[in-house]
């Protein structure tokens, strides 16, 4: 899937969402598929004008002429604004009266679809005697609509280009900006919805999609400070009964031991197999809290309430729950979609700067994937992407969810979130974790680029370009003078993605593209493990 190409996002919270612009620049369409990618109901408010006045529009312009038509849109419109979350398409020139457009805009984010003339011209369907402002002679009274609404169209932030695009892609581009995404291909669809505050409104979320208590609450220590209280006052408004577990904070505790204590939780606090489990912190309590969810009473409900980078972009997404072995990290688990994962972007601002930084690797990496704009904020170093935050949140989630969406039980294209992994996860292991899981990813990333450019895969320059990003974000991509390159040879040995004698990668191509199951021989890796190497 192509991403957005604007940096622009919104907050869409409950209400509904309008797609607005130009008679035929495709708001039908695209609301219709908008609202079938959200799982939520589509209206189409000059249909439902029709359907109220049992006229077609160009009769209700004969008979009443624009003012009448207009009334009865304004009419339309008050009808549409309340009663939760749906997409309305809207007549090319619905809000041109300020105090429709003020309604409309106080209600719900507007999306407009931008296009050009000619582009108008060719995708205008015969129909255009229904539409009753274009009658006679189409280029030009189209031309002279556009000139007198140009200034209007232009006025709305939310502009979503259409030129050259798809249907599928404009759609997707509406989503990103919306930071809301309807995941299916695996087990039962769920909403992943990117919410600034959203921890505030969990107990109405949960309502909405008749999610049921009693609610278990499992979180961390370090979680527990900032953000129990809101989840938990949230919970009361909305008349859930919860209990609430706090774990000790870290990834020694992801073990069947703690998951044990959650199950007897569980049994405390009254969990039935209606009941939801929310899972509120990091990666960690992701992984445990979904495992718990999948184990007892055979599988109950869970909710993703992310609270670092890294659980927004990566772990709450695609259903992989479990927990660690000593021999070894998630050797048991279970695929166990989530039935929401409500990311608050907010919560990032109390996340440690090393954490944060961490998790800055998966969201590089999710550019490198599928997102040249998401990768060029990384480009422009530390203080940008803080400003950027909520969007790299949104646009490292959309490239995750695309590829599951795509290939839910890596049969193939999954494979492409392991870039810069296979050599990542044995570098971590090989300095027996003391590097965060990011900064091996970084190095991973760094040296599987270089590998790339060697086997002439990648053009050259673009592992220099990668080092560079990562260097500015301060990731490290140097494998640590310390660790020995044969030990990294035995780690990846140990790795669940090896073939005999050699090694499966997803290499990058260039920025934006990614080849999975390139098969590499141990002697290249390490010549490149030493070329990688900070000796
Ligand atoms: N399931 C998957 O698909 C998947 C994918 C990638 C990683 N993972 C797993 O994710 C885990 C790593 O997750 P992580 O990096 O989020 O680590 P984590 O859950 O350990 O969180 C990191 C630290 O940040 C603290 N913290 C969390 N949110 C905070 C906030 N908003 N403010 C202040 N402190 C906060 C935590 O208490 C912890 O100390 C690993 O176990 C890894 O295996 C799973």
Redesign the pocket.
């Known amino acids: 899937m192509k991403p957005s190409n604007q940096l622009h996002s919104l907050n869409w919270q409950n209400g509904p969402v309008f797609v607005y612009g130009p008679p035929s620049s495709g708001k039908s369409t695209t609301g219709r598929l908008l609202a079938q990618a959200l799982d939520v109901p589509f209206i189409d408010l000059d249909e439902t004008i029709a359907t109220e006045s049992r006229m077609s529009i160009p009769e209700i312009f004969e008979l009443e002429g624009e003012a009448g038509f207009r009334a009865r849109e304004a009419a339309a419109l008050q009808s549409v604004l309340t009663g939760g979350e749906k997409v309305v398409a809207l007549g090319g020139g619905a809000l041109v009266d300020p105090d429709n457009r003020r309604m409309v805009e106080s209600a719900g984010p507007v999306l407009l679809l931008n296009a050009t003339l000619e582009a108008l011209l060719e995708r205008l369907p015969d129909d255009s005697d229904e539409r009753p402002l274009l009658t006679g002679n189409l280029t030009g009274r189209l031309e002279s609509l556009l000139t007198h609404r140009r200034e209007h169209y232009q006025s709305f932030p939310n502009r979503i280009e259409t030129a050259g695009r798809s249907p599928k892609e404009i759609v997707w581009d509406c989503q990103v900006r919306l930071g809301a995404y309807w995941v299916s291909g695996m087990g039962p669809a769920y909403d992943a919805r990117i919410w600034p505050g959203g921890l505030n409104a969990i107990g109405s979320a949960l309502q909405q999609r008749a999610l049921k208590g009693p609610i278990l609450i499992v979180t961390?220590?370090?979680?527990t400070?900032?953000?129990l209280h809101p989840v938990e006052q949230s919970l009361q408004r909305a008349g859930y009964s919860y209990h609430s577990i706090c774990l000790p904070?870290?990834?020694q505790y992801?073990t069947i031991k703690t998951a044990g204590k959650l199950w007897e939780a569980c049994l405390q606090a009254g969990v039935e197999r209606s009941s939801t489990i929310l899972a509120l912190?990091?990666?960690?309590?992701?992984?445990l809290s979904?495992f718990a969810a999948a184990t007892y009473q055979r599988g109950v409900a869970w909710v993703g309430l992310?609270?670092?980078?890294?659980?927004m972009v990566?772990?709450?997404?695609?259903?992989?729950?479990?927990v660690?072995l000593p021999q070894g990290?998630?050797l048991v688990?279970a695929f166990h979609s989530p039935r929401l994962v409500l990311a608050d972007p907010t919560?990032?601002?109390?996340?440690?700067v090393e954490?944060l930084r961490?998790?800055m690797a998966?969201a590089v990496k999710a550019g490198i994937i599928a997102d040249p704009l998401l990768f060029n904020l990384f480009t422009q170093g530390w203080d940008a992407v803080l400003q950027y935050l909520d969007e790299i949140v949104r646009r490292a989630m959309a490239v995750k969810i695309s590829v599951i969406e795509q290939d839910p039980f890596e049969q193939g294209q999954r494979a492409a979130l392991n870039l810069g992994h296979t050599i990542g996860h044995a570098v971590e292991l090989a300095s027996s974790f003391r590097l965060?899981?990011?900064e091996a990813i970084a190095i991973g990333m760094a040296a599987e680029a270089e590998l790339a450019e060697k086997m002439g895969l990648a053009r050259p320059g673009l592992a220099q370009v990668i080092r560079k990003t990562l260097t500015g974000l301060q990731l490290p991509t140097r494998i640590p003078a310390e660790l020995n390159q044969e030990q990294i040879l035995v780690a990846m040995r140990s790795d669940k993605k090896r073939a005999a004698g050699s090694h499966r990668f997803a290499l990058p191509l260039r920025i934006g593209q990614v080849q999975v199951g390139v098969q590499v021989e141990e002697a290249v890796i390490l010549d490149s493990l030493r070329q990688a190497s900070g000796k």
């Open positions: 961390d220590e370090n979680v400070a900032y953000y904070s870290g990834e992801k912190g990091g990666g960690v309590i992701g992984d979904g992310p609270t670092t980078l890294l659980a990566d772990s709450s997404l695609g259903g992989k729950t479990g660690d990290k998630n688990g919560t990032l601002k109390s996340l440690p954490e961490s998790g998966e965060r899981h990011g």
